[in-house]
Nanobody, 117 residues
């Protein structure tokens, strides 16, 4: 059974930092591309950052220079370090694991991030 369990969300003031974690089980973690998506109320889910099995990293323009994605293939965990948080970063953040085979794609349950004073 595949499980992606996110943690680390919460309420933070503008300019603050949070570190999200996503622990994966039931998959051969190192061969999956791992990503963080987010969905704000009334908006579509959007890609925040992705790290491939080879380590190739892609960021959304809106988070470049503020967020850092990383992975630990021993702990089967992907992280998202978020610095300089803005109110517009408020959303539910979802972890995603994607295999090279079409349609092999898993999601976590999401963790709420709220940036507010």
């Amino acid at each position: 059974q595949v499980q992606l369990v996110e943690s680390g969300g919460g309420l933070v003031q503008p300019g603050g930092s949070l570190r999200l974690s996503c622990a994966a089980s039931g998959i051969t973690f190192q061969i999956y591309a791992m990503a963080w998506y987010r969905q704000a109320p009334g908006k579509q889910r959007e890609l925040v950052a992705q790290i491939g099995s080879s380590g190739l990293i892609v960021y959304a323009d809106s988070v470049k220079g503020r967020f850092t994605i990383s992975r630990d293939n021993v702990k089967n965990t992907v992280y998202l370090q978020m610095n300089g948080l803005k109110p517009e970063d408020t959303a539910v953040y979802y972890c995603n694991a994607r295999h090279a085979l079409p349609g092999v794609n898993y999601w976590g349950q999401g963790t709420q991030v709220t940036v507010s004073s």
